[in-house]
T-cell receptor, first 113, second 116 residues
Framework: TQLLEQSPQFLSIQEGENLTVYCNSS?????LQWYRQEPGEGPVLLVT?????EVKKLKRLTFQFGDARKDSSLHITAAQPGDTGLYLC?????????????FGSGTQLTVLP | DAGVIQSPRHEVTEMGQEVTLRCKPI?????LFWYRQTMMRGLELLIY????????DSGMPEDRFSAKMPNASFSTLKIQPSEPRDSAVYFC??????????????FGEGSRLTVL
């Protein structure tokens, strides 16, 4: 059983559309990160959120950390083919080792031109 | 500055053979992580080191897997004997985390292992 569940698992959309990816857990996280992974490469950090209710924006990407710090969402506005990739959320559990990151199952996004 | 360097990028071997994967972390980073990625199980933490000392190896699947970090600039993950179910992409990541509650993990490009 995945500690962090991501949905949807796969998403294929047209260029210009908006989308939201979700990351949910029954555990409370001290911090949560979002990574993007492209084929043949390792994941690359997009953002870190640490405060419940926190919202961070990175150009067309908006990240939100749930008030209870159990969930997070990633919203992309006007998606572009360059946004294609595997999006992974990763959390550090409050009661566990602060050094261990647990990764979600991932959302494979394809943006068609 | 060079990123995390892993070798080999690809390895194809036969069941029963020994496999050694190598990692050079980013200079100055004090934590090193080994992850395994498969379609079925996603990205799983196998083991991590702090200042070359193994801290948690509870993710290592079984005794066939072992990892070492003889110095701050080199780590190995060894599988002996290898089995087809070990086929996966193995990632090494490093980070500077001392005194911090969170930090960025820098991943290598991964080693794709296929065991026939």
């Amino acid at each position: 059983t995945q500690l962090l569940e991501q949905s949807p698992q796969f998403l294929s959309i047209q260029e210009g559309e908006n989308l939201t990816v979700y990351c949910n857990s029954s555990s409370v996280f001290s911090s949560l990160q979002w990574y993007r992974q492209e084929p043949g490469e390792g994941p690359v950090l997009l953002v870190t959120v640490v405060t419940g209710g926190e919202v961070k924006k990175l150009k067309r990407l908006t990240f939100q950390f749930g008030d209870a710090r159990k969930d997070s969402s990633l919203h992309i506005t006007a998606a572009q083919p360059g946004d294609t990739g595997l999006y992974l959320c990763a959390g550090r559990i409050s009661s566990g080792s602060a050094r261990q990151l647990t990764f979600g199952s991932g959302t494979q996004l394809t943006v068609l031109p | 500055d060079a990123g995390v360097i892993q070798s080999p990028r690809h390895e194809v071997t036969e069941m029963g053979q020994e496999v050694t994967l190598r990692c050079k972390p980013i200079s100055g980073h004090d934590y090193l992580f080994w992850y395994r990625q498969t379609m079925m199980r996603g990205l799983e933490l196998l083991i991590y080191f702090n200042n070359n000392v193994p801290i948690d190896d509870s993710g290592m699947p079984e005794d066939r897997f072992s990892a070492k970090m003889p110095n701050a600039s080199f780590s190995t993950l060894k599988i002996q004997p290898s089995e087809p179910r070990d086929s996966a992409v193995y990632f090494c990541a490093s980070s500077f985390l001392s005194g911090r509650l969170t930090g960025e993990l820098f991943f290598g490009e991964g080693s794709r292992l296929t065991v026939l």
